[in-house]
């Protein structure tokens, strides 16, 4: 059971979110489901965009090692296929 204090200071809360992010003619039902759901969605759309952009810099990371590794050794390659010409 929830202190009855702090049920009074949740729907207080609650009630102020509702009256600054949610249009008046929605239910209250809705509005609560509202203001309950959109910032976990927000949290998990920042997490996802977070993974992805990770994800994105990873692999540009990797290309850039593997081009510089790879340039490398044509570069050995042919300063070694020019030391054996005359």
């Not at 929605?26 to 998990?44: A, D, K, N, Q």
């Not at 570069?75 to 054996?84: G, I």
């Amino acid at each position: 059971m929830v202190n009855p204090r702090v049920q009074k200071f949740i729907e207080k809360t609650l009630d102020l979110f509702d009256r600054a992010i949610t249009p008046r003619r929605w239910p209250v039902s809705m509005r609560r489901t509202y203001v309950i759901t959109f910032p976990i969605s927000s949290l998990l759309l920042g997490i996802v965009t977070i993974l992805v952009m990770s994800t994105v810099l990873v692999a540009a990371i990797t290309c850039f090692l593997l081009a510089t590794i790879l340039g490398f050794f044509e570069y050995v390659r042919e300063l070694w296929s020019a030391e054996d010409k005359p």
